[in-house]
């Protein structure tokens, strides 16, 4: 997809382009809390909130699409009648500063939602939403986004992008509501010099060469379509995998959930859908206690497996987008750069 | 766009005690202009009043639709709960899915049906489809027998229904692994049964019930030189959407409420399945 657009906007200019926004959506964005944690947050009032562009947000879009927890329906039981309602509908949301590895994330979550029918929350919000990233200029310690092609700039799925030019933002426009923005609010920006095209290229080279990480990716995916993955490394993985969930939670592609009913009354309820996660021992365990998967050899077999072997055979593309937040909260020490590492480093037979 | 976590309401008009454990809960769609079909192998996910839902493969034949029965065995919280409601009670369904078994393949076969418990709820289904068509049809089955293994004479189930197929000309086997004193029959295991039978080319052997016996009775059905392609299971696993979202039945990168439930063992060996570990 090419580019259809691309402006200058001025950074003194950013502030009163947002508050435009804010007026026709939701604005969520970056913001660092009391406790130093940059989290995306609704933005009440734009005057008084300082978005937080400098540091990588704690969590990735996953929860605003798929949320920790959410009603997909709510039931009665009233007179005999076990009727359900579907939840209230999605309201227009435009976010703003994400980045490339965030986003590269919500167009695979936007694959697996889409088969073999539309599922109807994900899609609901997924309609009523535009997306505002921001490329990076600097790598944060962790991440490896070059190795999974997800960053640091973006060529497609967005409806801006954003370029920190220094004093101004190279603003790229999507396809569709991202190209109407631009034309709506034209007057904030000016038009693209020779020269701050040839800026954003020297950034962009120089962002890609300050990974610290050189995860084999790539290497790792092509490798597990033809070889077996030894059994001493996924024993040696799961001893230091301590069922904390923490890597699923903060992963942007990590979609596997569990439905159950919340009683809200004896005649009524909700069902609510949560996050799971396939590293803990309750995932695939039946009512009477058979569990078809032995936790204690093979607690991450089926989380690293399906990022690099079945997504890459199914999709042409590992489904980890680089963002190493699994590397900043793994206390064991067993994210997905140790897998990689381990099986790259396998002998081939 | 599908709402594709409401179910449709759905009535009990019927609820046959299958013995102290089982009953079979004969459903109806409350809307009756609803298209409603399915074919024997695949599964409903089933709602009951507060306790979110459970995958329960179909045990009657699409023949007897609109009709549509669950026969549940009473092991956790929903299955336990819908064992005390009663005729004229709702419920809420969801489905048909999964792929279900490849009924074109069983015509003029003998068919080999091998069950252990409630295991014997999906392939129920197959047989009484192939009863219900007359045995002059084209795509009739050439015969059926049934080897039903149950722990107790109490755990049997479906007595009623096997007395009805054992009129109709189907060779029913019996076994339980613990006798007492009202059992005249077979004692031991359902593999034991095969002991005494011959398969040929022609034979279409369907498995199911615990893992293990389902292992079991493969490994000796194998031994007994049936080909990989004329054995057929369905397999059970936790699930929580049906549609292949949750991810909960993951197979090997596929999903088994997608892929499955129903493999032929020539599927399942390119599998990293831990029942059929290569």
């Keep these: ?349 | 766009m599908t709402q594709n976590f409401i179910p449709e309401q759905a009535i009990i008009r019927k609820i046959i005690h299958e013995n102290e454990q089982i009953s079979t809960f004969r459903l109806e769609l409350t809307n009756k202009n609803l298209p409603f079909t399915f074919l024997p192998g695949q599964f409903l996910m089933l709602s009951v009043p507060h306790c979110g839902e459970a995958a329960i493969s179909i045990s009657s034949s699409p023949d007897t639709l609109p009709l549509i029965d669950l026969s549940i065995r009473k092991a956790g919280e929903l299955t336990t709960a819908i064992h005390s409601m009663t005729e004229g009670d709702q419920v809420g369904i969801r489905g048909p899915f999964g792929k279900p078994f490849p009924m074109e393949d069983f015509a003029n076969r003998d068919l080999l049906f091998i069950a252990g418990g409630i295991g014997l709820a999906p392939l129920k289904s197959v047989i009484d489809h192939f009863l219900f068509q007359s045995t002059t049809e084209d795509n009739a089955a050439q015969s059926i027998t049934l080897l039903y293994g149950c722990r107790s004479p109490a755990d049997i189930a479906f007595n009623e229904v096997i007395t009805s197929w054992r009129e109709q000309g189907v060779d029913c086997r019996l076994t339980v692994d613990e006798k007492d004193s009202s059992w005249n029959g077979n004692t031991g295991l359902v593999t034991e049964l095969l002991d005494h039978f011959k398969t040929s080319s022609n034979t279409r052997s369907l498995v199911c019930g615990p893992p293990i016996m389902i292992r079991f009775v493969i490994a000796r059905l194998s031994a007994m030189g049936c080909d990989d392609t004329s054995i057929f299971t369905t397999l059970e696993r936790h699930m929580k959407c049906g549609v292949g979202l949750c991810g909960h039945c993951h197979l090997d990168g596929k999903l088994v409420c997608l892929d499955g439930p129903v493999f032929s063992l020539d599927q399942l060996k390119k599998l990293d399945v831990m029942e059929f570990s290569r």
């Design chain 1, 1 to 349: 997809m090419i580019d259809l657009r691309e402006l200058i906007l001025d950074k003194d200019k950013l502030y009163p382009l947002l508050r435009k926004l804010k007026k026709e959506a939701r604005l969520i964005a970056p913001v660092k809390n009391d406790h130093g944690d940059t989290l995306f947050t609704t933005i009440e009032d734009i005057d008084t909130t300082r978005i937080d562009l400098e540091n990588q947000p704690q969590e990735s879009l996953k929860p605003f699409f798929l949320p920790q927890q959410e009603t997909v329906a709510s039931y009665s039981v009233l007179n005999g009648e076990y009727t359900f309602t579907p939840p209230e509908p999605a309201q227009d949301t435009i976010f703003f500063g994400v980045r490339s590895c965030d986003l590269t994330a919500l167009l695979y979550m936007d694959l697996i939602f889409s088969k073999p029918a539309k599922d109807a929350t994900y899609y609901d919000r997924r309609n009523h939403s535009l997306v505002i990233t921001l490329g990076c200029n600097q790598p944060f310690d962790n991440c490896f986004c070059e190795a999974t092609s997800s960053g640091p700039y973006l060529e497609y799925g967005y409806g801006l992008q954003f370029i920190d030019l220094g004093d101004c933002y190279y603003v790229s426009a999507g396809r569709g509501r991202g190209a109407d923005l631009l034309e709506k609010w034209g007057y904030f920006f000016r038009e693209v010099t020779k020269k701050d095209q040839n800026r954003r290229y020297q950034l962009f080279l120089e962002a890609r060469g300050q990974f610290t990480k050189n995860i084999q990716v790539t290497h790792a995916c092509q490798k597990l379509q033809k070889e077996t993955v030894a059994e001493e490394i996924w024993e040696k993985l799961s001893q230091r995998c301590y069922d904390c969930g923490g890597c699923a939670y903060v992963c942007p592609t990590c979609t596997c959930f569990s439905v159950d009913d919340m009683p809200q009354g004896r005649s009524n309820g909700i069902r609510i859908r949560s996050w799971d996660a396939c590293t803990s021992s309750g995932f695939t365990r039946m009512t009477g206690g058979h569990n078809p998967i032995d936790r204690t050899r093979h607690a991450l077999k089926r989380r690293f497996l399906h990022k690099l072997k079945y997504d890459f055979a199914n999709h042409g593309k590992a489904s980890c987008t680089g963002c190493g937040r699994c590397v900043d909260i793994c206390f064991g020490g067993v994210d997905i750069t140790t897998f990689i590492d381990l099986f790259t480093g396998q002998e081939t037979p």
